[in-house]
């Protein structure tokens, strides 16, 4: 950063990204002690953060989506070319929303659920950390920044699981540490060869796209094969994607909640942001094995979710087949499924994120997650199982609300991907017949869906509570968990009346995007 | 030309650091001389003002930029060496703060303990500068004669004598056989000045003799830097040499050996990169997957960052693998690496000197819980261990990105396969840096014994500066690298 | 001349191969030390020799420093011996393995 | 222009807004003043609904007595053929702009048309016999006017036989807003307003206000009173929302709801596991269906080539004869799998029965009248899809007639072997909905569709005639634990039987009309091929008809009491809807009276009412025949319904006098009568065809349908369970994560293997550095030996 440069210190995007750090710093002269001064101070960051977010929002020229908008480009590591250019458009909008969303309510979570063993202080800072991280991965338009910020996620993460997580901790933390280190490794490897082989020496990501081009066709489908494995990694796709079921069975609720609503995008924002428009032609050569390895996902994620005894590990399960439709969308690239995508990133924050709350505070009360020992929620907290009930639905594609927006116009991108001519590696096959297999399998897949889905709403909520619990007082949903919850059902709901909210954003940028990937 | 001396023109202010260090260590031996046995303090005061001191010429000819070269282009002060020279500066004064209460509790030689320091930074100092075969082997054997005592400083403890004499003779038959190969180099060039031999060496073939002086040379340095498989030594002398001298040897001594490795891989083999450069490929593979694969088995935290101290060479002997193709990014690539390691695996250090005043051991097991009664420990040595793994925003990240830049701006398949292999191994040894911070973190105390650990001021010191800059560096990459634009070996070099 | 050189050269390579094996094979530390001088001095007939060769006389002095340098390290290699058996009451090299794995 | 018909989103609204206050004050109204208090909200709700949907359905007769001309008519042409030209244009896909040439064409068609109909004076469409040569006069004139812009656009062409037939053009009331954007597409949400949805509203509107009525009392005191009517609202407003959709996208949405709808009401008693099994297993076959929709309604968006879902602009482009017809039939197909489930049709049609877990009015709400016939609804709305893909005007015989036939046979099979009388009626309705798929299947459009309106009254009716006998009998619905509550139940009695004999299609009742000009429609056929088949199937289901719900009502209402306790009369908020829908069974039928029968009212444009405001003009196929009332076949079945009944009665009646069934009941009378007649049929029917054909048949069915078709189903969700556990423990934690721990696991032995290296000797060490550097030398000065 060049700290001279004006325009750093007037942009608001520096802010929103560094003012979480700024407060966790404070919260470091704070004594441990004093856990309310820390949430206290946790939840003004986060929304003092949001309050700039949200300015940020407001400023945003809607009408020229498509333009990189609030863009700031100064030194930082003149070495190598990598400045700090960061901005915000159609695609990184409902990320940075979402972001901004999540967090202060995670706080608010946190209130009263820090779990075991305690100590408030650092478990809040590492959410605010956490909070830089995300929101300095959507804002990057430089590849080694988006690297670095893409990075500093990952020792909150693992310390978030191994500390505060479940019995097998450090086994899922590691596991996860490991998975996204070898990702990154070949991710980093794929931007410096862009770097070298564009023949620009710039990690702009607003340059690149133009520039790559002339990177020979081999050398292409080698750094987007590398790109693939890095952020297919954080996806997760198939097969690589074990380390996030333990990761999330493991992590606390408020890790899990964040890791499904954000972390878990910014593999397929990279997919979106990155690989795609800087390597069309790569992307066009790659689109069968993405979509052959998303609808794996999809079925081999629901039919693991079939097999789970644990209500959080199925939920888990479950993010792999709904990051399967996502990643589906992506495949076919057009700018239809791209859109599908961003809105099925979306719609999977927030669901599987209210999942997992429902999940955490349920284990809070039962102190198990044991699907066969569980039962009549209905009864001993109708709130809490109705809200489990909604999110069910809501993961299951229930037209309405957010989730169906996700699924739906990512089966029906796969009917007409771009390239439909194209002779696939696999076998062969034309494009136009895998995508409209992988079709026919995605919808298929929406009967697994809800096949788990309900099973688990069923186990859960309804019937009568099992023995050893009839007698136990179970509280219903709590004022913390209330303020937590509620603005995310809001969205889920309204995103699912409405969905054009986040379709009209992205659109105006995918949109070109996508046709000056397909014009090459 | 045998009988007519004529006087060298000496450039004072080129060689004033070497005076500042050189003078202070007279000054320390004079004092030594007349102060008691039970008041030595002053001695680490002194030295590191020294140190402090002989930093100012450096940045007065920093400033003043240029390449002074003198005794025939046998000693050179360009980029390259003030950067070196600064980073032996700096580490060896984290070390005298490391070593201050390590020493004076210990009952141990505290006046010739500075002294034997402040020697051995010298040499290295000198190594900077030299382009010469004379030269290197001076400075190589003034930075290792004083470091073999130092390892074997705790005379009474058994193991310390063990570190030391491996050392030693590790130490004496790696420069014989050094010593060989230039001795063979010599009758095939008839000169001991680098860029004279770089030439003489040029075109198409190359007689036997040349590629035995090579590879032996390689051996030679190869031992200080510990690459595998002249490693052996490391792991068995950084366990049971005094803790703040293992800082020494992992850093600024093997910061050296590369120094030593880079003046004569570019200083005079820049056309025979047909053999450097497989040699090394070979060598840093296997440095690197050894040195991985073992410490993934260790249990004591000492010799668990020896080894990952060894891999930590593999990455920066990658880079000399393309050298034939890179150039001076090579060069820039390794001293990056050479700044960040350095600050960041003293900053390891100086916490497990703090921790093992309570634990009173370098085992694993005895650091469990520690965040429990020393948090700021705790937290720190993970941001050490992970800067080591190269996990952004920490430094590390920097240093191994420098790396796969340098491998992949070769454009070759040894580039490519070493840059997958670099991230395979990062991927390894992150394995064992996360299993330190969590047992730290995550594991109980063993004995519940939640008294807090004493830290001294020099040691809060150290883990200060060496954390701040730890992060600053990964946050800000610039401040180092852009030290390092400047630097360069190949310059020198005609090309025939 | 050439021939006298290729002898000197022999010479220096013999000594340096009987060092090798001194230092490897020999179980005592002090005849240790002195196969280390062998292959050092083994490099000094062979600096001197391409110094004559070559008739410069970096490589005579190079040879200087050399010496020099093996009595130095020699010191310091005595002086670790004579603690080795204070400690251990023996020399053998072969025994110092306390650290290893 | 209408002031009502473009504004209906208003009706969904409404309940919706309902369902909210309710979820979200329910609770503590009910606290506070009781269930009524909370059961109002919905109550007035749907009551404004319902008045609503009457205004509605008025402005819609007005609309087609006085249709727009001119721009008028073009504008709520584009308005309802959506923007799918303008996409179209930027995507590059060649289409031919329906709107322009259209809008030529119509001009020319519509002024010739308005002068012709001026002098018939109201416009009405001819009945059949005069069909030949209304087409031949006013054929001539567009033909004349028009021909070059008929030629040249297809769209125009199929417009133009529906004046042909007597039909003015009749454009829907669309109104729509975007409702999101993607691909620079607008894709829009919005509403349609024709005859059909027109019909819908009403049936779905006044259903529901029975049913919430009558729900007062029979959810009295329920635990989740508040729970069930907000249920029963968001119900509605789905229902609503789905019938008044513009786009396919939008009957998705509305498809799912009701069905998400469903699946609360069935689990509404969610302790017992059995109820909320159902729930899931309605849920879950309806997602295997929902597949096909989902297949369908994206095939038909890329299929028209415009990247539009709207309604009407598929069903012009599927009649205009110039798309893919292999694509047509797979979005039919597809689309026809959705209806499968939904529409409870062979293989999917086993959730039903099981769905009846759910309080009784909601079987007669959702899973009778109203939510199981959506799919009939999608094949009627997307009826240009099915002509066109099917080929349904030039076919003996295909996929979804004879699934409709099949179904109905089935369907009617099981019902007999049924002890529970609302399983009895859930077959039933199988077997109905199989009625109104196979005559949607066979072409009769306004058969399939006047049956669905009909079967709402009538069936509804006996659900919650049920409901009301089992208020009466502790809960139960097991008719061996009924019998005789004629005595004891007067209202509910009659109004039973009344349906009962409209569901057997017994002059003059409602089902009587309808189920009659099913009949005729596959006699009739399309073009010069009948469905013989399909006829066949549908007469023998009018006879089991007749016959299954004569045993229901003689093992219910007949005889002697076999429960416990005194049974009751249900009060009046439970008889006064059973009494609105048993007057409606009656007379709803002549709503579509054939104008055959009497002349002379014809002209009074009394005839074929339903047929003529309801049946589209307007992206409908144009060269659909409408089947004529054939004398024969009412006969026919009407002697088959009323020997069905006699059997059905006839044979429980047996060892009881037989005056006292056939006392006070005219049509048990003519049941009596047939009895009589051919008494020694009974014995025939008992051991000839019960037992050795009828009995196995059903047993066997039955058990195909338990053992094999939910054997599937439930095999299959086993299996996957199964597939899953093993794919899971094997593949997931063995071999994918085995692979990763299995590296880490190698890292870490080779780790111990190298540690062996580090002997700690020193001159071992320094061999090791020695020979390495020998080796190293060794093998550089040969490869530069070699190299030189």
């Known amino acids: 950063m060049d700290f001279t440069s004006g325009q750093f210190w007037t942009s608001p995007i520096t802010y929103m990204v560094f003012v979480p750090v700024v407060g966790a710093l404070v919260m470091l002269l704070v004594p441990k002690a004093n856990e309310t001064a820390h949430k206290v101070l946790a939840l003004v960051t986060s929304l003092v953060t949001a309050a700039i977010g949200i300015s940020i929002l407001t400023a945003f020229n809607y009408d020229s989506a498509g333009e990189l908008q609030g863009v700031v480009d100064t030194d930082w590591i003149p070495f190598i070319n990598a400045n700090w250019i960061v901005g915000v458009d159609g695609i990184s909008l409902p990320m940075i929303a979402l972001t901004l969303l999540i967090v202060p309510l995670c706080v608010v979570y946190s209130w009263d659920h820090i779990p075991s063993p305690g100590n408030a202080k650092a478990f809040l800072i590492l959410i605010l950390v956490l909070d830089t991280g995300m929101l300095g991965s959507f804002v990057a338009q430089d590849l080694i920044l988006f690297f670095v910020f893409f990075e500093v996620v990952l020792l909150p993460m693992y310390f978030m699981i191994g500390v505060w997580g479940g019995e097998n901790r450090q086994y899922a933390s590691i596991k996860f540490f490991l998975y996204t280190l070898f990702g990154s490794a070949l991710m980093i490897v794929a931007f410096i060869s862009l770097y070298f082989l564009s023949g620009a020496e710039t990690f702009s990501m607003i340059e690149?796209?133009?520039?790559?081009?002339?990177?020979?066709?081999?050398?292409?489908?080698?750094?987007?094969?590398?790109?693939l494995i890095g952020f297919g990694i954080k996806v997760p796709m198939f097969p690589v994607h074990t380390w996030l079921p333990d990761a999330h069975t493991q992590a606390p609720t408020v890790g899990s909640v964040i890791l499904a609503a954000v972390l878990l995008k910014l593999g397929t924002y990279g997919f979106i942001r990155i690989a795609i428009p800087i390597l069309p032609e790569a992307a066009r050569s790659y689109q069968w094995l993405i979509g052959l390895l998303a609808v794996i996902g999809i079925i081999y994620g629901a039919l693991c979710c079939l097999a789970q005894t644990d209500m959080k590990r199925l939920i888990a399960f479950s993010s792999v087949a709904h990051m399967g439709y996502v990643m589906l969308a992506i495949a076919t690239l057009t700018t239809f499924g791209i859109n599908a995508a961003i809105f099925g990133m979306v719609a999977h924050g927030l669901i599987t994120g209210m999942l997992f709350f429902v999940a955490g505070s349920t284990k809070e009360r039962y102190h198990t997650l044991e699907i066969k020992r569980l039962g009549g929620l209905l009864k001993q907290a109708p709130r809490m199982?109705?809200?489990?009930?909604?999110?069910?639905?809501?993961?299951?594609?229930?037209?309405?609300?957010?989730?169906?927006?996700?699924?739906?116009?990512?089966?029906?991108?796969?009917?007409?991907?771009?390239?439909?001519?194209?002779?696939?590696?696999?076998?062969?096959?034309?494009?136009?017949?895998?995508?409209?297999?992988?079709?026919?399998?995605?919808?298929?897949?929406?009967?697994?869906?809800?096949?788990?889905?309900?099973?688990?709403?069923?186990?859960?909520?309804?019937?009568?509570?099992?023995?050893?619990?009839?007698?136990?007082?179970?509280?219903?949903?709590?004022?913390?968990?209330?303020?937590?919850?509620?603005?995310?059902?809001?969205?889920?709901?309204?995103?699912?009346?409405?969905?054009?909210?986040?379709?009209?954003?992205?659109?105006?940028?995918?949109?070109?995007?996508?046709?000056?990937?397909?014009?090459? | 030309m045998l009988l007519g001396f004529e006087a060298p023109s000496i450039d004072f202010h080129a060689l004033a650091p070497e005076i500042v260090v050189t003078a202070t260590l007279a000054?320390?031996?004079?004092?030594?001389?007349?102060?008691?046995?039970?008041?030595?303090?002053?001695?680490?005061?002194?030295?590191?003002?020294?140190?402090?001191?002989?930093?100012?010429?450096?940045?007065?000819?920093?400033?003043?930029?240029?390449?002074?070269?003198?005794?025939?282009?046998?000693?050179v002060v360009d980029t390259f060496s003030l950067v070196l020279t600064g980073l032996f500066l700096v580490s060896g004064y984290v070390v005298i703060l490391l070593s201050q209460t390590y020493i004076a509790e210990g009952d141990y030689w505290e006046g010739e303990y500075y002294q034997l320091l402040l020697a051995s930074i010298l040499g290295m100092m000198v190594m900077a500068s030299a382009r010469d075969l004379i030269t290197v082997f001076i400075a190589l054997e003034l930075l290792s004669i004083p470091a073999y005592m130092l390892a074997a400083w705790r005379k009474r403890d058994l193991r310390s004598d063990e570190a030391g004499i491996k050392y030693y003779l590790m130490g004496v038959f790696a420069s014989a056989v050094l010593l060989y190969g230039m001795s063979l180099l010599y009758g095939l060039t008839g000169t001991t000045m680098l860029s004279e031999i770089a030439t003489k060496l040029a075109g198409e073939d190359v007689p036997s003799a040349a590629v035995l002086a090579i590879v032996f040379i390689v051996v030679g340095f190869g031992f200080k830097v510990s690459a595998v498989p002249f490693h052996t030594w490391a792991p068995d002398t950084y366990e049971g040499a005094p803790t703040p001298v293992t800082a020494f040897l992992a850093v600024a001594s093997k910061a050296a050996g590369f120094v030593a490795l880079m003046i004569v891989v570019f200083g005079a083999f820049p056309f025979r990169v047909d053999i450097v450069e497989p040699l090394f490929w070979a060598l840093a593979v296997a440095t690197m997957f050894v040195g991985n694969l073992i410490a993934l088995r260790q249990t004591n935290v000492v010799r668990m960052l020896a080894y990952s101290g060894i891999a930590q060479a593999g990455y920066m002997l990658a880079p000399l693998a393309v050298a034939g193709t890179v150039g001076d990014a090579a060069v820039q690539s390794i001293l990056i690496y050479l700044m960040i390691y350095a600050t960041m695996n003293l900053g390891a250090f100086a916490v497990v000197i703090a921790a093992s005043r309570k634990t009173r051991s370098g085992e694993l097991t005895s650091f469990a819980g520690l965040v429990r009664y020393a948090p700021g420990l705790a937290v720190a040595m993970a941001m050490f261990l992970f800067s080591l793994a190269g996990i952004p925003p920490l430094g590390g990240w920097f240093a191994k990105f420098g790396i796969f830049k340098t491998l992949v701006e070769a454009d070759s398949a040894a580039g490519y396969s070493l840059a997958i292999i670099v991230g395979v191994n990062s991927v390894i040894a992150l394995f064992y840096y996360a299993r330190v911070a969590k047992t730290m973190i995550m594991d109980d105390v063993p004995d519940g014994d939640l008294s807090p650990v004493q830290v001294p001021v020099s040691l809060r010191a150290a883990i200060s500066i060496t954390l701040v800059l730890t992060v600053v560096f990964g946050i800000l990459p610039q401040l180092v690298a852009g030290l390092t634009d400047n630097a360069t070996l190949l310059s020198a070099v005609a090309v025939p | 001349m050439d021939l006298m050189?290729?002898?000197?050269?022999?010479?220096?390579?013999?000594?340096?191969?009987?060092?090798?094996?001194?230092?490897?094979?020999?179980?005592?530390?002090?005849?240790?030390?002195?196969?280390?001088?062998?292959?050092?001095?083994?490099?000094?007939?062979?600096?001197?020799?391409?110094?004559?060769?070559?008739?410069?006389a970096s490589g005579a002095v190079f040879a200087l420093f050399v010496i020099a340098v093996a009595a130095a390290e020699v010191g310091v290699g005595l002086a670790l011996v004579l603690m080795l058996y204070r400690n251990m009451r023996s020399i053998d090299v072969d025994r110092v393995d306390l650290m290893k794995g | 222009m209408p002031y009502l018909?473009?504004?209906?989103?208003?009706?969904?609204?409404?309940?919706?807004?309902?369902?909210?206050?309710?979820?979200?004050?329910?609770?503590?109204?009910?606290?506070?003043?009781?269930?009524?208090?909370?059961?109002?909200?919905?109550?007035?709700?749907i009551a404004v609904c319902f008045i609503l949907s009457l205004f509605i359905a008025g402005q819609w007769i007005q609309r087609v007595n006085h249709p727009p001309t001119g721009a008028d008519m073009a504008a709520a042409e584009e308005a309802c053929l959506g923007p799918s030209e303008v996409a179209a244009e930027e995507m590059g896909v060649e289409v031919y702009a329906p709107a322009e040439h259209g809008e030529a064409s119509h001009g020319a068609e519509t002024e010739g048309d308005h002068s012709t109909e001026a002098d018939d004076g109201h416009g009405t469409s001819e009945p059949a016999d005069g069909e030949a040569t209304t087409s031949d006069e006013h054929g001539a004139a567009p033909m004349a006017t028009g021909e070059s812009a008929a030629a040249a656009t297809p769209t125009a062409a199929a417009a133009e036989p529906a004046a042909e037939e007597g039909h003015e053009e009749v454009i829907p009331v669309c109104a729509s807003m975007t409702w999101f954007e993607s691909d620079h597409i607008d894709f829009e949400v919005g509403t349609v307003l024709d005859g059909l949805s027109a019909m819908m509203l009403f049936t779905v509107t006044m259903i529901s206000l029975l049913v919430h009525l009558y729900s007062l009392e029979y959810l009295h005191k329920d635990v989740r009173f508040t729970h069930y009517y907000a249920f029963l609202s968001l119900f509605s407003a789905s229902m609503l929302f789905y019938v008044l959709s513009s786009n396919t996208l939008q009957m998705l949405v509305g498809w799912e709801l009701v069905g998400v709808c469903s699946f609360g009401l069935i689990g509404h008693w969610w302790e017992q596991r059995a109820n909320t099994d159902a729930a899931l297993k309605a849920f879950l076959t309806n997602r295997v269906g929902d597949t096909g929709l989902i297949i369908g309604v994206v095939v038909l968006f890329f299929a028209t080539g415009a990247a539009s879902f709207n309604v009407f602009f598929q069903n012009q482009q599927a009649l205009s004869g110039e798309l893919n017809t292999t694509l047509l039939l797979i979005a039919a197909l597809a689309l026809f799998w959705g209806v499968t489930s939904k529409s409870g049709q062979f293989p999917l049609h086993t959730w039903l029965p099981d769905a009846m877990a759910g309080p009784t009015p909601v079987s007669a709400l959702i899973h009778a009248a109203t939510m199981v016939v959506a799919g009939v609804?999608?094949?009627?709305?997307?009826?240009?899809?099915?002509?066109?893909?099917?080929?349904?005007g030039d076919s003996s015989i295909h996929y979804v007639a004879f699934i409709g036939g099949f179904t109905t046979i089935i369907g009617g099979i099981l019902a007999f072997v049924q002890q529970d009388l609302k399983k009895v009626l859930a077959y039933s309705t199988i077997s109905q909905l199989g009625y109104m798929v196979m005559a949607l299947g066979v072409g009769a459009w306004t058969a399939g569709v006047f049956h669905l309106f009909t079967h709402a009254f009538f069936k509804a009716c006996l659900f919650l005639g049920a409901g009301s006998v089992s208020h009466a009998c502790h809960h139960t619905f097991d008719m061996r634990e009924m019998g005789g509550l004629r005595k004891y139940m007067p209202s509910t009695h009659k109004t039973f039987l009344i349906a009962t004999i409209a569901l057997a299609g017994i002059f003059p009742f409602a089902g009587f009309w309808s189920k009659d000009e099913i009949l005729a429609g596959a006699a009739n056929g399309q073009g010069d091929k009948a469905y013989t088949l399909m006829l066949v199937m549908g007469l023998i289901t009018a006879f089991m008809t007749a016959a299954y719900m004569g045993r229901a009502y003689y093992k219910t209402f007949r005889g002697e009491y076999r429960g416990h306790g005194t049974p009751h009369e249900s009060p009046k908020i439970i008889t006064i809807p059973l009494w609105i829908l048993a007057v409606f069974a009656t007379v709803i039928g002549l709503v579509n009276f054939p104008g055959h029968i009497i002349g002379a009212v014809d002209d009074a444009g009394l005839a074929h009412r339903f047929e003529h405001y309801v049946q589209p003009t307007f992206a409908f196929p144009t060269d659909l025949e409408v089947a004529p009332f054939m004398y024969w076949l009412a006969g026919l079945s009407l002697v088959l319904a009323g020997f069905g009944l006699a059997i059905g009665i006839g044979y429980f009646a047996k060892g009881e006098p037989l005056k006292g069934m056939t006392e006070r009941n005219p049509l048990a009378r003519i049941g009596y009568v047939f009895l009589e007649k051919k008494y020694y049929l009974d014995a025939l029917y008992e051991s000839g065809i019960r037992d050795t054909v009828v009995m196995p048949l059903a047993r066997a069915a039955y058990w195909f349908n338990m053992k094999v078709l939910d054997g599937i189903v439930n095999g299959l969700g086993v299996a996957a369970r199964k597939f899953g556990t093993v794919l899971y423990r094997y593949v997931d934690q063995g071999v994918v994560d085995g692979a990763v721990n299995g590296t880490g696991l190698v890292s870490e032995e080779s780790g111990q293997f190298l540690r062996r290296l580090q002997t700690g000797k020193v001159q071992q060490y320094g061999a090791l550095l020695f020979g390495a550097a020998v080796i190293l030398a060794a093998i550089f000065v040969l490869t530069n030996a070699i190299n030189a």
Request: net charge neutral; glycine share 10%; proline share 4%.
């Open chain 1, 385 to 520: 199982g109705w809200i489990l009930g909604l999110a069910t639905m809501a993961s299951l594609g229930l037209p309405g609300l957010a989730g169906f927006w996700g699924e739906f116009p990512a089966i029906l991108s796969a009917y007409d991907p771009t390239n439909a001519d194209y002779s696939t590696g696999f076998f062969g096959v034309s494009n136009l017949v895998l995508f409209r297999v992988f079709m026919v399998v995605a919808a298929i897949g929406t009967v697994f869906a809800a096949g788990y889905l309900l099973f688990l709403f069923q186990r859960v909520a309804f019937g009568v509570p099992s023995e050893e619990f009839e007698h136990e007082p179970i509280p219903d949903v709590n004022r913390f968990e209330w303020i937590a919850w509620v603005p995310m059902l809001v969205l889920i709901v309204v995103l699912g009346v409405y969905p054009n909210l986040i379709f009209s954003v992205t659109d105006s940028t995918v949109a070109p995007m996508m046709q000056l990937a397909a014009g090459g």
């Open chain 4, 5 to 45: 018909l473009d504004k209906v989103w208003i009706l969904p609204a409404i309940m919706a807004g309902s369902f909210l206050l309710i979820l979200f004050f329910g609770k503590k109204l009910l606290a506070r003043f009781g269930e009524k208090a909370t059961a109002s909200i919905g109550i007035a709700s």
């Open chain 3, 5 to 56: 050189l290729n002898q000197f050269l022999f010479l220096g390579a013999i000594l340096f191969c009987i060092g090798v094996y001194g230092v490897l094979a020999r179980r005592n530390a002090v005849m240790v030390l002195m196969s280390i001088e062998l292959i050092l001095n083994s490099v000094n007939i062979n600096l001197v020799a391409f110094s004559t060769m070559w008739g410069v």
């Open chain 4, 377 to 392: 609804y999608l094949i009627a709305r997307m009826y240009g899809v099915f002509w066109g893909g099917l080929e349904i």
């Open chain 1, 208 to 227: 690149l796209p133009g520039l790559a081009q002339s990177i020979t066709h081999g050398w292409q489908l080698v750094i987007f094969g590398g790109m």
């Open chain 2, 27 to 75: 000054v320390l031996i004079l004092v030594d001389a007349f102060t008691p046995k039970q008041a030595k303090s002053a001695q680490s005061s002194i030295a590191g003002l020294g140190l402090l001191l002989a930093l100012v010429p450096v940045v007065t000819l920093a400033v003043d930029g240029g390449t002074r070269v003198m005794f025939e282009g046998a000693f």
